[in-house]
Structures are given as C-alpha cells and as structure tokens.
C-alpha cells in the first residue's frame, strides 16, 4: 500500500524566509503527486500538482515542489514566505495502477511570524 | 460554479447513536470521496462512490456506511458511534473521466461525540 511522510510537523519561520517542506513517499509504481493547503477556518485547497514531466511545478502563490524520483521525494519550496502563508500543508499521492485513492500525509502546520 | 457543499457543518452525538452526512459535488462532477481528518492528522481515506455503488473503501468498519444517489449527490451514514469517531469529516469531489486522483474539497463536517 502506498503511503506518505511529512518529517516537519511544525514549522515556524519569519516573513520573507525561505521555506522546504519535506514529502516522502513509498510506492513502486507511477503516481500522481499534489500539495493541499488548508488556511484556517478553509477547506482543502489544491496548491500545485505534478503528473509528468518537468520535475521541477509551480502553484500558486508562488509556490513550487520538485519531484526527485530516485528518492520518492516532492519537496514543497517557497523563497520567501509571508504572514498569509500560515496554515496547514499536506502532502498527497495517487498511484495511478488500480486507481487508488488519495493518500495524504499527516501535515505540516506551517507559522509565518510577522 | 458551486463547489462542494457538505451538511451539517458542526454536530454533537453521545456514544452508540448513530449519524448521517450529507455532499453535493462540484457541478460535473461524477465521483464523491469520504475521509476522515482527525485533529492534528491528515485526511484518512473511507471510501469512493461512483455510479451509485461504493468502488473503493479504506480501512474502516462497517459501521461507516455510504450512498450516491442519481444527482451524484452523497451520505455518510456511522452507527454506533464511538468516541474515536469525533473528527471533521470531508467530502470531495472529482471526474471519473480523465482521473488523475486530483480532488475538490468541501469545508466538512465536523462531528463531535460525547
């Protein structure tokens, strides 16, 4: 079965820092990978999402992952955050064989301090 | 476009009862998902609906129970509830056709048992 780790439960940066957050997963097959941001009091949102090709996908808000193969990771950046920036991101995978569910990380509450 | 609308948003059960929740999809949209998100958990899988039968399911018991009615509309039925079932449970929507797993969430329900 497939799953995902998030390592950074909570994280607490400054505006304008550089943020990584790290995504995991195990799965032999191809997959779909996405990132989901959850702002408070919000429902589920989709931030970028990556399919095939350019390793490296842009979202929004100026948000990008890069998805390294070889080492089932889909890291979630952004060079410089700000206070709106603050909620909760999960990290999510679809193996595409047998149409499987979406399996999410358990989330990484994400402060921006202004 | 409306998006996905769950009902109710807040409830409050005692042990043993039992509870029904109710979705409306994303217009064009063919497939409901249920998951259960517990406080300071990601989303967990329950199970999928499509064409008014349950096409995938995740580890719960049967006490979690679904329907998809013609309109594509969805409930969650849970009997005898227990306390480990207070949590925000989240409806999601998405296409049968072109599938990528990518999916559209509604705000939730939040469901709390005493």
């Known amino acids: 079965a497939q799953s995902v780790s998030q390592h950074n439960h909570h994280v607490i940066l400054s505006e304008a820092a550089s943020l990584e957050l790290g995504c995991n997963y195990s799965y032999g097959g191809t997959v779909n990978l996405f990132w989901y941001v959850q702002y408070p009091g919000q429902h589920l949102q989709l931030l970028l999402k990556y399919f095939s090709g350019d390793p490296l996908v842009k979202g929004i808000k100026g948000f990008e992952a890069e998805f390294i193969k070889s080492k089932f990771s889909f890291n979630l950046r952004k060079p410089s955050v700000q206070w709106s920036d603050t909620a909760e991101y999960f990290c999510a995978v679809n193996a595409l064989t047998g149409r499987r569910a979406l399996t999410f990380g358990s989330g990484t509450r994400l402060q921006v301090q202004p | 476009d409306a998006g996905v609308t769950q009902s109710p948003t807040h409830l409050i059960k005692t042990r043993g009862q039992q509870v029904t929740l109710r979705c409306s999809p994303k217009?064009?949209?063919?497939?409901v998902s249920w998951y259960q998100q517990a406080l300071g958990q990601g989303p967990q899988f329950i199970f999928q609906y499509y064409e008014e039968e349950e096409r995938q399911r995740g580890n719960f018991p049967d006490r979690f129970s679904g329907h998809q009615f013609p309109n594509y509309s969805s409930e969650l039925n849970v009997n005898a509830l227990l306390l480990g079932d207070s949590a925000l449970y989240l409806c999601?929507?998405?296409?049968?056709?072109?599938?990528?797993?990518?999916?559209?969430f509604g705000e939730g329900s939040r469901l709390t048992v005493l």
């Open positions: 999601a929507s998405s296409r049968l056709a072109g599938d990528t797993g990518e999916l559209f």
């Open positions: 217009s064009g949209h063919d497939t």
